[in-house]
């Protein structure tokens, strides 16, 4: 599996954060809010990121944790799912209609073979 990283905090965070956390060589692409021309819940940052990994945004999945997420994925054609806790402005993420929802990032090797 391929992943990539999409955020809308600027590169001058991502990196170094990814990285303090051990977790920044899993990802094969980073795409920060101010690598390409729009944030999410504009598409383009989630398209950019499949052209990179050379993959269909319809082969695709987003794990994301706001409304903003789900709008994102719905837009470029990514499947969406969604941690139950997050930046989502204390809104319950199932009234975003992701397609499903999970409390532990654990769940996801369950949703993944879909």
Known sequence: MRL????????QFTLPLLQDLGVRDYFEVVISGDTVARKKPDPLPLLVAAEQLETEPQASL?????????????????RIVCMSYGYNHGEDIR????????????????IVDW
Request: hydrophobic fraction near 40%; charge should be negative; include cysteine.
């Open 4 to 11: 990539g990283c999409v955020t809308n905090k600027a590169s």
């Open 62 to 78: 987003m794990l994301g944790d706001s409304m903003s997420d789900v709008k994102a994925a719905r837009a470029a054609g990514f």
């Open 95 to 110: 009234d975003s209609n992701p397609d499903a929802v999970i409390d532990s990032m654990a769940e996801i090797k369950d």
